[in-house]
Nanobody, 125 residues
Framework: QVQLVESGGGLVQAGGSLRLSCAAS????????MGWFRQAPGKEREFVAA????????YYADSVKGRFTISRDNAKNTVYLQMNSLKPEDTAVYYC??????????????????WGQGTQVTVSS
């Protein structure tokens, strides 16, 4: 069982920045790829970014590429999402998740089997 706790959300003006953190329990954190997803009211949960277990590979949704950066510190069992140049359309609840070990993709909700409780990000115009 893996427990994930997100933090760092809040209210920010358009053009501003936030850094989300996701702390994970467990001693095998570095084995698992991790992802960030988001869900806006009335919309489906969507992929934002993912990172391999070693941190050597990263993946981004087109909508955030060049503005968001995913990283991880395996010594601290923590994954981060640095969000710059925020836009009102980035407003959503952001979730971190653990990808299944035998998964073939990083981009779909079904590839992840442990989820955090979410943290709200609100970007005002």
């Amino acid at each position: 069982q893996v427990q994930l706790v997100e933090s760092g959300g809040g209210l920010v003006q358009a053009g501003g920045s936030l850094r989300l953190s996701c702390a994970a329990s467990g001693r095998t954190f570095s084995v698992y790829a991790m992802g960030w997803f988001r869900q806006a009211p009335g919309k489906e949960r969507e992929f934002v970014a993912a990172i391999s277990g070693s941190g050597g590979s990263t993946y981004y949704a087109d909508s955030v590429k060049g503005r968001f950066t995913i990283s991880r510190d395996n010594a601290k069992n923590t994954v981060y999402l640095q969000m710059n140049s925020l836009k009102p359309e980035d407003t959503a609840v952001y979730y971190c998740a653990v990808r299944r070990l035998n998964s073939g993709s990083y981009y779909y909700v079904k590839e992840y089997n442990y989820w955090g409780q979410g943290t709200q990000v609100t970007v005002s115009s």
